[in-house]
């Protein structure tokens, strides 16, 4: 599975910087491309949740070789695209269907232990963004070629069907995987125990045994399941998790909303500057995403301590940054900034599967995505309207709202501790 991560984001990574430049040779203009990129997040905002809960209902097989074989399609249009038209379109299954590392994450969450799954998931992680430093640069050399921008596309969408012949051979079967986690575990450092081989293994064979029959079941009443599930979720009282996941998505992006153009502004420094300094930082979340196995033993396993140190953490970095008077303080904030914000992101998905249940985990999951897309949303307009102010109005107003989401995780210090499972509605 962290093969399968690394090559997705290294080929959309190879194809997303270039798509501006692109739609605008074929003569679109400003505002189309604008509308064209917003109508592909407002996709992911509504799909990320019922795909997720499909997943559930369906099994992870059929659903993450469905949404790599449909996003293969979307990127080979990509490829085709010589009108804005085309590009429009070829954009429409990739925004309802390109959800395949949150339905790995779901996976990885059905495979592991609860006390093994930050180390793992943060692995993926680091994995993934492997794939992101390298694939622009990839990019931007095969798009110096004639027609690189069609030779890009037509990668991208082979690295997918890869994918799917590389998930189709994971052995998929209740027995090839409770042999593989017995021999995980006897190599890793922390392995399971036998209870927890057992109740794995019988929970394992209960969903595939629920998949194979919802799999065969009309698409009528798997959309009828997919909403009733989602009005559990809504009913139920999750709403502070994903609360705070949007204050502190929010927060971090403000960060990097205006980042080039106030470190021009205040120090002076070229935008090629700060392009170095934000691959410095995302190679040292690549590192923070090895380190997360150590921080967890280092804390007894205890997610929320985690989540609430790294995301104090990140709430006085981002301060720092907003304060900062030289532009050394700058590098000082951005490299501890790298390890804060990718073990927040980590420990936040471990806390929504530990406290909803890993029942639903792919529904979770969705909504967890669906919540970043709002902030994705949000956070340009509250950028621009902070930046009328002064240069640092939009880290200052990210402060503010990561102590808001600390005040509600130390409000809710209960329920996180317990690590009960929330009962949602209707299951």
């Known amino acids: 599975l962290f093969l399968p991560s690394f090559q997705d984001l290294f080929g959309v990574s190879m194809v997303v910087p270039l798509m501006n430049l692109h739609i605008k040779s074929l003569g679109a203009s400003h505002t189309v491309a604008g509308v064209i990129g917003s109508l592909y997040g407002i996709m992911q905002l509504f799909s990320s949740t019922f795909v997720g809960c499909w997943s559930d209902i369906v099994g992870r097989q059929y659903s993450l070789l469905s949404c790599i074989l449909l996003s293969a399609l979307g990127y080979f249009l990509l490829g085709t695209s010589t009108t804005v038209f085309l590009f429009a379109i070829s954009r429409v299954p990739v925004g309802i269907f390109k959800h395949t590392l949150s339905i790995s994450k779901a996976l990885l969450s059905d495979l592991v232990s609860e006390r093994d799954r930050p180390l793992v998931m943060g692995r993926f992680n680091a994995a993934s963004s492997v794939g992101f430093i390298l694939g622009p640069v990839v990019g931007g050399y095969l798009t110096e070629l004639e027609d690189g921008f069609y030779q890009t596309s037509f990668m991208c969408a082979s690295i997918f069907l890869l994918n799917a012949g590389l998930v189709w051979m994971l052995p998929w079967s209740e027995e090839n995987t409770s042999n593989r986690e017995h021999q ?40 009828a399941t997919v909403l009733k599930r989602i009005k559990g979720i809504a009913c139920s009282d999750l709403w502070d998790i994903f609360l705070v996941r949007l204050l502190m998505s929010v927060a971090i992006l403000l960060y990097y909303s205006n980042f080039s153009l106030a470190l021009e502004e205040r120090f002076g420094v070229k935008p090629l500057f700060a392009g170095y300094l934000m691959s410095y930082s995302s190679a040292l979340g690549v590192l923070a995403g090895c380190l997360l196995g150590p921080i967890t033993r280092l804390y007894q396993h205890n997610t929320y301590r985690i989540l609430l140190h790294s995301s104090t953490l990140t ?13 050394w303080m700058v590098i000082l904030s951005s490299t501890f900034l790298a390890f804060s914000t990718t073990v927040g992101r980590t420990c936040i998905i471990d806390l929504e599967l530990t406290i909803g249940g890993n029942e639903a985990s792919g529904m ?24 009328e102010f002064s240069p640092c109005g939009p880290p200052s107003l990210g402060v503010g709202l990561a102590l808001v989401a600390i005040l509600i995780m130390n409000a809710n210090k209960q329920k996180y501790c317990s690590h009960g499972n929330v009962k949602l509605k209707n299951q």
Do not use: E
């Open 364 to 387: 979770l999951l969705g909504v967890g995505q669906s919540v970043t897309s709002v902030g994705r949303i949000v956070a340009p307009l509250l950028s621009g309207i902070a930046q």
């Open 184 to 223: 995980q575990g006897n190599k890793g450092t922390d392995s399971f125990s036998a209870k927890a081989n057992r109740d794995l293994h019988l929970k394992s064979g209960t969903n595939g045994a629920m998949a194979r029959d919802s799999l065969f079941q009309s698409p009528w009443i798997q959309v």
């Open 315 to 327: 709430c006085t970095l981002i301060l720092l940054y907003a304060s900062a008077l030289s532009i």
